[in-house]
Nanobody, 115 residues
Framework: QVQLVESGGGLVQPGGSLRLSCVASKSIFSISQMGWYRQVPGKQRELVALFTLYYSIKYDDSVKGRFTISRDNAKNTMYLQMNNLKPEDTAVYFC?????????WGQGTQVTVSS
């Protein structure tokens, strides 16, 4: 099992930046698939950014050029750097890890973009 804890969310003005962190309870060195998702009330959870096989990266089109996913295996931590935030980025952001064919989710962190 893997426990995940997200942090770094908050209230930011349009055009601002935030960095989300996701700390895992065990080593993530051998975990190939891990990523960030977001959800707004009444809508399905959607992919934001994802490490896939061999550490390749996939972004949703809506965040390309603004968001950057990264990881620090030594710290068992994954990050999401979010720049030039827009009101439509407002959501609860979740990190997810896939290991042994199972998905593990964090509790989520709220990001609100508003003036």
């Amino acid at each position: 099992q893997v426990q995940l804890v997200e942090s770094g969310g908050g209230l930011v003005q349009p055009g601002g930046s935030l960095r989300l962190s996701c700390v895992a309870s065990k080593s993530i060195f051998s975990i190939s698939q891990m990523g960030w998702y977001r959800q707004v009330p009444g809508k399905q959870r959607e992919l934001v950014a994802l490490f896939t096989l061999y550490y390749s990266i996939k972004y949703d089109d809506s965040v390309k050029g603004r968001f950057t996913i990264s990881r620090d295996n030594a710290k068992n931590t994954m990050y999401l750097q979010m720049n030039n935030l827009k009101p439509e980025d407002t959501a609860v952001y979740f990190c997810k890890v896939r290991e042994g064919g199972q998905d593990y989710w964090g509790q989520g962190t709220q990001v609100t973009v508003s003036s």
